[in-house]
């Protein structure tokens, strides 16, 4: 899938995996929007991200559990620090 950012492409996850179709739609969306945490691996890594939520309160979600984004884009960032 092409997307303008990591960001992008784990919001359009979310949004339309098969593997979340019986979620619902607005708990996702309210997680996406206010409880979701992204990290770029540091140390030289180009385009590996890590995501979780910290959507606790709310059952709808609480099975998600997070995962990780490898982006493909030559020109993706690379981080040397950590941070």
């Not at 303008?4 to 996850?13: R, T, W």
């Not at 140390?43 to 493909?72: A, L, P, R």
């Not at 690379?78 to 941070?83: D, L, N, T, W």
């Amino acid at each position: 899938m092409e997307c303008s950012s990591e960001i992008d492409a784990l919001h359009k996850v979310l949004r339309e995996a098969e593997a979340l179709e019986n979620h619902d739609k607005k708990a996702i969306e309210d997680t996406i929007k206010t409880y979701l945490r992204v990290t770029h691996i540091a140390m030289g890594y180009k385009g590996v991200w890590i995501w979780h939520h910290c959507n606790f309160d709310s059952e709808e979600v609480e099975d998600i559990y997070g995962g990780s984004i490898v982006q493909t884009d030559k020109n993706g960032a690379v981080r040397e620090g950590s941070s």
